[in-house]
């Protein structure tokens, strides 16, 4: 039997409107920039996930990329994202603890967690629903995708072996935390961002300085202006990075999208371990071969120096509800694997770790 006009009608309008409807659900397209520029080789994790994201989500949603600084100024992120200006922004959490201290255990500790520590925390302890409890206060999601094993430590023209080198020296130092410690333990912090570290080491208006892991202190030509490395990089055992994702703009995905998006923070994630130590063994070779002297703090002063961050540690968390929310859960974490961790050393994740008193950070939750 052919089709009736009438039916001819019918279907060719159905199609129309099914076009139409295709037509107004365009793909989405998101502005997103780091805390990164282009000379810090910190914003390839960036890019790996927003190419991963690209092409995951296929016609779904684009995400266009600047780097660090072509939109907005590093310290101005936060709010450009919260704000709405852009819907996403890539991020280190520790340079937001002025904003809420909580930010600082996101981002990193002093001689606490280990990346795998990170990883574990976030994937099947809670972290992740921290973040966004957090990140959330300000109207926006987080998904973290990235992390780094311990920095190198302090870049300097005179050895530092040991505390009684350190103190008095004025050193570059980021982080909340960090900086209460080096404090106490003698030296003074300065504040600076990473593309002035040369200038002010070659200058010697500081006396030292971290940045970060061994290659991307090469990327920022620290090679070339220091001549000694106080190892090991105590002041972050290791650090988190994600991104910022307006709340709003995350509203508006489908379910479908929004998961292809935290499986490409996954992806990034694993990806980012195992890059950055391989690029942190070629930074160390980088140095060698540059004549720099590497030397390692005496185990007294790094026992001391756990001692104070426990401390710190204590002091930040009681600052403010949010922050202790956080530690809790870590130090609960490092508890909870304690046995696993030392009944199956010296093949698991490193050294046993005597962390502050859970207790005394619980009595700051209230």
Known sequence: MKPTKKILTALTTAALLSMTGLSQAAPQKWTMTSTWPASIELVEMDKKWVELANKLVGDELKIEFFEGGSLVPTGEVFSAV?????????????????RNPAFSPLATHSSLFNAIDYANWIKEWGGAELYNEIYGKYGMVYLPYAITNNESGFRTNTPIRNLEELKGKRLRLSG???GQVLEKIGGTQVSMAGQELYQS????????????????????????????????????????????????????????TK??????????????IAFTEKRATEGLRTFQKAGVQIHRMDDESLKTIQQ?????????????PDAAKVYASQIEY????????????PFNLGRPIDGPDLEKIKACMK
């Open 176 to 178: 909340l935390e960090q």
């Open 201 to 256: 080491l070659e200058r010697g208006v500081i006396d030292g300085a971290e940045f970060s892991t061994p290659n991307v202190d090469v990327s920022a030509g620290l090679h070339q202006v220091t001549k000694h490395w106080s190892t090991p990089g105590w002041h972050q055992s290791a650090s988190v990075f994600g991104v910022m994702i307006n709340k709003a703009a995350w509203d508006a995905l489908s379910d479908t």
């Open 308 to 320: 104070v961050t426990n401390e710190v540690m204590i002091s930040v968390a009681c600052s403010n």
């Open 334 to 345: 490092l508890q909870d694997y304690k046995d696993w961790r030392e009944t199956s050393m």
């Open 259 to 272: 998961e292809k998006l935290k499986i490409a923070a996954d992806a990034t994630m694993m990806w980012s």
């Open 82 to 98: 919260e704000s709405g200006t852009i819907q996403a922004g890539a991020d280190w959490p520790g340079y937001w603890a002025g």
